[in-house]
């Protein structure tokens, strides 16, 4: 092949160094740079322009051949750094987080390229990491770009691309607009009803990366020469995409295809001498952009253990941009270069099987440390820690049930639920036993409290827990998305109205600021509503929409003299346990502990507005019945084994004061 073809382009290093600078500046802190995460999309962009290049006119000896050195090459620039980042990490983030199973999973499967899967299937998981704290959350991009590479090199041959056959560049120039345009469909399409998967899906990405490869095709036509203007038109689309990574977060869509449209373009219309070009191939942007890949691992694990030690602060800034670049550069230097520029006296496939060796090494060792993390762990053992899979660990005072039985996941199927339904009633054995029931129903959070019913049991009660991961109570009048909830949802109202009889019990417990939204906290997984034939994902209309389900259910239970009792929305934990590598952190926590009330309040009372005049229906409020029992914030921690769920201590003393405010209401009624 003709070497000009794969001429060196200085300006795309500039360019990937002001993607990687956006990432790593949005990631320090949002607010410096609000859109900053779409350099990843830039990366996207650039990766699909390069490897065409490459591949355009490669000498292959036949199909075999090209697929595997195709394929040789892209694990070689990507596997040995990516091996070392994820066993150096992982013993990393065991040493200050005592339960890192989830992220330590991620990076076993970004080993080989699915991480990104599995972050869609926690995303949707309300026991999942916050992402901020998973140290292998970057490598979901990986993930992206090594899926379409089990595509695009088919693409490539088949179109006769790589052979320089007739009409090649025709051929894969409209088999990839085709499938870039239903990949953006999708993804626009998606991301109304579920944006995590249309975040981290490969065919929802698909579009950007093939949106490089497309430009690369049209430059071959020397399209770009038939611009007027040119060179003023290179230095405003320039402008334009950083003015894009200012923007904020809720136009993402809009950001995205702009920032895409605007780095294919700009690729296509840059030349030498041009003032955009001057600008990114100074030799401090293109040292940046040569170690892009390195700085892009690596300055993620230096700020994810930050924000486990000693946070982010502006003196600390400084610090960790340095340790990122010093780690980046080692990286570069003598994992990156030494992979990819030597010449192996192996073939192919001996090189091939290298790589997927040394992939499936660093994936063991992340698996054995999720399984054995605990001797690495250099803080004191939580009292209140969950532990591995803890909503399937608590039992029933009868020790006749357990939460596996009496918690129903998206995978149950209709004959599994109704069966749950009699698997979950404890039946009072005690000499104390009335002819009475109370019934808990919800979702983990509803399970959370099964620790704690010998309470109820004690004074003669049937206990029935049933509940659904992730499932707002009671069923909604159009249903979420959600297929498995709202069957588990319609099948327990169904249950409940037939077993409970008058002055029987219901309560219900769940993550409301999940469900109806926390506008002061976009990160919150929110659940999607049904609305007739549309989707609602505004607040308003959703907490309408669930006030209306608790009216309707209410009305019916109390028309047979069932009390119904309404948890209200409790707190997110936000305050770290105090441990000697977070020395600044606990104490800078009052404010955001304050936030996390005043958020919750603010749904409760809406609660109360909408609620308090409903007959048979009493509203519990669990913040003040556990603020009761702290001296100060930081007490307020030991109530919770994570985030949001009730540890076993927190779950006995709401239940005490749940009990005692029932015992209130029926003296009262």
Not at 126 to 142: G, V
Not at 534 to 541: A, L, P
């Amino acid at each position: 092949m003709n070497k000009s073809l794969r001429k060196y382009r200085p300006e795309i290093d500039g360019l990937r160094a002001i993607a990687v600078l956006g990432v790593l500046i949005n990631h320090l802190n949002k607010d410096f740079l609000l859109s900053g995460f779409l350099g990843v999309d830039i990366f996207f962009v650039i990766s699909g322009f390069v490897i065409s290049s490459s591949l355009y006119g490669r000498d292959s000896k036949n199909f075999i051949d090209f697929i595997q050195s195709f394929y040789l090459r892209r694990l070689r620039r990507i596997v040995p750094v990516l091996a070392v980042f994820i066993v150096v990490s992982s013993i990393l983030i065991c040493l200050f987080n005592s339960n890192p199973e989830i992220t330590l999973r991620t990076g076993a499967t970004s080993a080989f390229g699915l991480s990104n899967l599995y972050l869609i299937r926690n995303a949707t998981d309300y026991f999942a990491e916050d992402t901020n704290l998973n140290i292998f959350t970057n490598t979901w991009s990986l993930g992206v770009e090594e899926q379409f590479y089990l595509v695009y090199p088919f693409l490539i041959w088949f179109s006769g691309f790589s052979r320089l056959t007739k009409r090649s560049l025709r051929n894969l120039f409209i088999v990839l607009l085709i499938f870039s345009i239903l990949s953006l469909s999708y993804y626009l399409n998606l991301y109304r009803s579920n944006p995590d998967a249309a975040y981290f899906l490969m065919p929802t990405r698909f579009w950007e990366i093939s949106s490089g490869s497309l430009t690369f095709i049209l430059s071959q036509y020397k399209i770009n020469e038939r611009f007027k203007y040119r060179y003023l038109t290179e230095v405003l689309i320039f402008i334009i995409l950083l003015f894009i990574m200012m923007l904020p977060k809720e136009l993402i869509n809009l950001s995205t295809i702009l920032t895409v449209f605007c780095t294919s373009l700009f690729i296509l219309l840059t030349k030498e001498n041009f003032l955009a070009y001057k600008f990114l191939t100074n030799k401090f942007l293109i040292f940046i952009g040569k170690i892009s890949y390195s700085l892009y691992l690596w300055h993620w694990a230096v700020i994810c253990i930050s924000r486990w030690t000693i946070g982010i602060t502006w003196w600390t800034i400084p610090i960790q941009i340095s340790l990122s670049f010093l780690l980046a550069i080692f990286s570069h230097r003598y994992i990156e270069i030494p992979f990819r520029d030597k010449q192996y006296n192996y073939k192919n496939l001996s090189l091939l099987i290298l790589n997927i060796v040394i992939a499936f090494i660093s994936s063991l060792i992340a698996i054995y440390l999720s399984l054995n993390n605990s001797f690495l762990f250099t803080g004191q053992s939580p009292t209140f820690k969950a532990g591995r899979k803890w909503r399937y660990a608590i039992k029933s005072v009868t020790k006749k049930i357990n939460g596996r039985k009496c918690h129903a996941d998206i995978g149950f199927t209709k004959e599994k639920m109704d069966k749950l339904f009699d698997d979950c009633i404890i039946y009072n054995q005690s000499s104390n036993k009335i002819d009475k029931t109370i019934a808990f129903v919800g979702d983990s959070h509803a399970q959370t409290l099964m620790s704690a019913q010998d309470i109820f049991y004690n004074r003669g009660l049937n206990i029935i827990h049933y509940t659904h991961v992730g499932c707002p109570f009671p069923a909604l009048e159009y249903g979420t998305l959600h297929p498995k909830c709202d069957q588990f949802m319609k099948s327990s109202s169904i249950n409940i109205f037939n077993k409970l009889r008058q002055d029987d019990i219901l309560v219900i417990y769940g993550y409301h600021l999940s469900y109806l939204g926390d506008q002061n906290h976009p990160s919150t997984r929110n659940t999607i509503f049904n609305k007739n034939n549309d989707i609602s994902k505004n607040t308003d209309e959703k907490i309408n929409i669930y006030m209306n389900s608790i009216k309707n259910f209410v009305q019916k239970a109390n028309a047979k003299g069932i009390q119904t009792y309404l948890i209200t929305s409790s707190l997110r934990n936000t305050i770290p346990h105090p441990e000697w590598f977070r020395p600044f952190q606990v104490n800078n926590h009052n404010e955001s502990y304050l936030i996390e009330r005043k958020n919750a309040i603010s749904l409760n009372n809406i609660f109360i507005k909408n609620l308090s005049n409903l007959d048979g229906l009493f509203l519990f409020n669990p913040i003040e019945e556990l603020e009761m029992c702290c001296d100060n914030f930081q007490d307020f921690s030991k109530f919770y084994r994570d985030g949001n769920h009730l540890s076993d201590y927190g779950a006995k003393v709401l239940v005490n004061k749940l009990n005692n405010f029932i015992i209130k209401n029926e003296i009262n009624h």
